[in-house]
C-alpha cells in the first residue's frame, strides 16, 4: 500500500519535471530563432545610438579640417533648451502630430465603419482606400506641392470655382498657410493606415452583441457609444500610439514638401537635427538635437504604453 503511494506522489513530480524541461528547451529553442533579429537590431539601432550619444558629448564641427573635438558633457543639452529655433521646431511638430492624428482618427474611424459593412465593391473600396497611404511619402509631397502651386494648382483651381476665393493664394509660401498646407497633406497620407488599424479591431467585435443590442432596442448610435467604442478602445490606443510617434518622426514630408520653409515655419525637430548634423556639419550639437528628439518619442512611447497597460474591467488588461 506504502509503495502505491509513493508511485501515485512520485507521478506528478516526474510531469513537472518533464514539463520544467520541455518549457527550458522551448525557451532555448526561443533564443535561438530571435538571436539573428536581436544580432540585427544591436547592429542597426543600438551601436548608432550609442555612437550619436557619444558625439553629443563633444563639440564635433566638420566645417573646418583638423579641428579640435573637446568634451564639453551636457553643454550641448543645455543649449537645446535655450535655443529658440529648437523650442519652434517642438511647437511646429506638437501642432502638426496633435492635429492631424486628431483628425485621423475621426475619419479613420469613419472610413472604417463604412468599409466594415457588406456591400457590393467593397474589396475595390477596401483597397482604393489605401492608395495614398501605399504611396512614398516623397511621392505623395511632390503630389501635393503641384495641387497647392498657385499657378496651375487643382486646389486653388476648385475654390475658384466655388467663389471660396477671388485669386490663388500661394500655400507654400505663407507661413500662417503653409503649416496647414502640410498638415492637410499628412492626414489625406497616412488616413488610411489609422482606417486599417481600426477596421481589424471592428472585425474582432462578435456580431452576437450587435444583434443581442438590436433585439434589446437598441439604436445605432448608441451600440456605437455603448459597444464598438469601449471594445474598440485597445486598438484605438495602439493606432494613436503608432500614428503619434510616427508624426513626431515626421522628417521626409517637410523635407520635400517646404524644406522647413517659408523660414524655420515648417522644421520639425527631426528636420532641424538633419540641417544641423549634415548642412551644418555641427555633428556634436546635432546629435544632442537627435537624442533629445529621440528621449520625447521614448517618454510619448512610456505614456501610451503605461495607458495601454492599464487594468481594464475583470481585471484585465489591454493590448
Not at 550619444?53 to 553643454?75: K, T, W, Y
Not at 479613420?108 to 459593412?117: D, F, S, T, Y
Request: charged share 15%.
Amino acid at each position: 500500500m506504502a509503495t502505491v503511494e509513493r508511485v501515485a506522489v512520485a507521478a506528478p513530480a516526474r510531469t513537472r519535471v518533464r514539463r520544467s524541461a520541455q518549457a527550458r528547451a522551448d525557451a532555448r529553442l526561443g533564443l535561438i530563432l530571435a538571436a539573428p533579429a536581436v544580432a540585427f537590431i544591436v547592429a542597426v539601432a543600438f551601436f548608432p545610438l550609442i555612437g550619436t550619444i557619444r558625439d553629443s558629448l563633444f563639440r564635433i564641427s566638420l566645417r573646418f579640417a583638423n579641428q579640435p573635438r573637446p568634451f564639453v558633457g551636457l553643454e550641448n543639452y543645455a543649449n537645446v533648451l535655450q535655443d529658440d529655433r529648437w523650442h519652434n521646431a517642438l511647437r511646429v511638430t506638437g501642432l502638426v502630430s496633435g492635429v492631424s492624428v486628431a483628425v485621423e482618427l475621426v475619419l479613420g474611424m469613419i472610413i472604417a465603419l463604412l468599409i466594415n459593412r457588406a456591400f457590393v465593391g467593397r474589396g475595390i473600396v477596401r483597397a482604393a482606400v489605401l492608395i495614398p497611404w501605399a504611396l512614398t511619402t516623397v511621392v505623395s509631397a511632390r503630389m501635393w506641392a503641384w495641387i497647392y502651386d498657385a499657378r496651375y494648382g487643382v486646389f486653388n483651381d476648385i475654390l475658384l470655382r466655388l467663389g471660396i476665393i477671388d485669386s490663388p493664394l500661394i500655400f507654400l509660401s505663407k507661413p500662417e498657410l503653409t503649416i496647414w498646407a502640410m498638415i492637410g497633406a499628412e492626414i489625406w497620407k497616412t488616413t488610411p493606415f489609422m482606417a486599417l488599424l481600426l477596421l481589424a479591431g471592428l472585425q474582432l467585435i462578435p456580431a452576437d452583441i450587435y444583434e443581442a443590442a438590436e433585439i434589446d432596442g437598441a439604436t445605432g448610435w448608441q451600440a456605437f457609444w455603448r459597444i464598438t467604442l469601449p471594445m474598440l478602445k485597445p486598438t484605438i490606443l495602439v493606432a494613436l500610439l503608432f500614428r503619434t510617434i510616427d508624426a513626431v518622426r515626421m522628417f521626409d514630408l517637410p523635407r520635400v514638401l517646404t524644406n522647413g520653409g517659408p523660414g524655420v515655419s515648417t522644421e520639425t525637430l527631426v528636420l532641424y537635427s538633419y540641417n544641423t548634423l549634415f548642412t551644418s556639419l555641427n555633428f556634436g550639437y546635432g546629435s544632442a538635437l537627435a537624442v533629445t528628439s529621440f528621449l520625447i518619442v521614448l517618454l510619448i512611447s512610456f505614456i501610451y504604453i503605461k495607458v495601454l497597460g492599464a487594468p481594464t474591467q475583470g481585471g484585465r488588461r489591454g493590448v
